[in-house]
């Protein structure tokens, strides 16, 4: 599986930004697709996710309300809608993936794509 990650950039805070990640390889029907970040100076952590087939969503309470994940069928494509940008969601955003339900965290990750970063200004 490869993940190819995309639309990263510098904004201001307040602004929004779309994240896409591109999957590729194998079939994804069973598979949890998300997203982390890690920020200068700090751990990689948990953004939010979405369940290939049914399309459930889960957040990090940092994000929720501000960040939709959603995905597309015909593009093999997850996308991070994030609006209302702070500062502290400066950091590389990595897309995820992980091939069996369940609670997705850095060790039950299966594949990673490289990051792409995103800089919030004030």
């Known amino acids: 599986v490869q993940l190819q990650a995309s639309g990263g950039g510098l904004v201001q805070a307040g602004a929004s930004l779309r994240l896409s990640c591109v999957a590729s390889?194998?079939?994804?029907?069973?598979?949890?697709m998300g997203w982390f970040r890690q920020g200068p100076g700090k751990e990689r952590e948990f953004v939010g996710s979405?369940?290939?087939?049914?399309?459930?969503?889960n957040y990090a309470s940092s994000v929720k309300g501000r960040f939709t994940i959603s995905r597309d069928y015909a593009k093999n494509t997850v996308y991070l809608q994030m609006n209302s940008l702070k500062d502290e969601d400066t950091a590389i955003y990595y897309c995820?993936?992980?091939?069996?339900?369940?609670?997705?965290?850095?060790?039950?990750?299966?594949?990673w794509g490289p990051g792409t970063q995103v800089t919030v200004s004030s």
């Open positions: 995820a993936a992980k091939e069996r339900v369940g609670t997705m965290t850095v060790r039950t990750v299966d594949y």
């Open positions: 390889g194998r079939t994804f029907s069973s598979y949890v």
């Open positions: 979405i369940t290939w087939s049914y399309g459930s969503t």
